[in-house]
């Protein structure tokens, strides 16, 4: 198993967390996205797209972390990552999806304002990103109300939100002490030895 991988990459990280909880063996092949790797004709045959993570399990190839992952889950279904019962594993996607679509790009967005001289940063929109992280933080204090993970058990929405979850401080953004949910899941996830394995 072969995994195309650029160590930064929030939506690499969702895929090598799945790849440890499930303790399946892999070969990291770096993708060096600054010099265009990703756009070479031979990446081009792999995705398409030209983007990672790219996958290759003997012959089979996928792309697109969220169908990476429903395709581990499928292939290797222990330990399981997505819950029994459908209307829950319905929320589990749903969450997912909103953590790629949004809440990823919002920190995306720090994290890159970040990197700049404070001179060149962007401040108003800086400010403005920096609030719809919160926001999330927010949003997903409801769903952990009585649970120790999103949708109960640890699951692929969990593992989504853990790249930018666990660099809050790096991006300036404090939890809200008062989001006592929140506060007692990152700790959680900070416990898993699969998320331990990243280095962010």
Not at 20 to 25: N, Q, V
Not at 73 to 97: G, T
Not at 177 to 182: G, I, K, M, T
Request: charged share 30%; aromatic share 8%; net charge negative.
């Amino acid at each position: 198993m072969r995994l195309y991988d650029s160590p930064d990459c929030a939506f690499c990280q969702k895929v090598k967390v799945v790849l440890w909880e499930k303790d399946l063996e892999f070969e990291t092949v770096l993708v060096d996205l600054k010099a265009g790797e990703q756009k070479t004709p031979e990446f081009l045959k792999l995705n398409p797209y030209g983007k990672v993570p790219v996958l290759v399990d003997d012959e089979t190839v996928v792309y697109d972390s969220t169908i990476i992952n429903e395709y581990l889950e499928d292939e290797y279904p222990e330990p399981r990552l997505l819950p029994a019962d459908s209307s829950l594993r319905a929320r589990a996607r749903l969450l997912e999806d909103y953590c790629d679509n949004s809440f990823i790009p919002s920190a995306d967005f720090v994290l890159m304002q970040m990197a700049k001289p404070e001179a060149e940063r962007d401040q108003e929109r800086l400010g403005r990103y920096r609030m719809e992280v919160q926001r999330g933080l927010n949003r997903l204090e409801a769903f952990l109300d009585g649970k120790d993970f999103l949708v109960g058990d640890f699951s692929l929405a969990d593992i989504a939100f853990v790249p930018r979850v666990l660099i809050l401080p790096k991006l300036g953004v404090e939890v809200d002490p008062r989001l006592r949910h929140v506060n007692g899941w990152i700790g959680r996830l900070r416990e898993r030895p699969s998320v331990r394995n990243l280095t962010l």
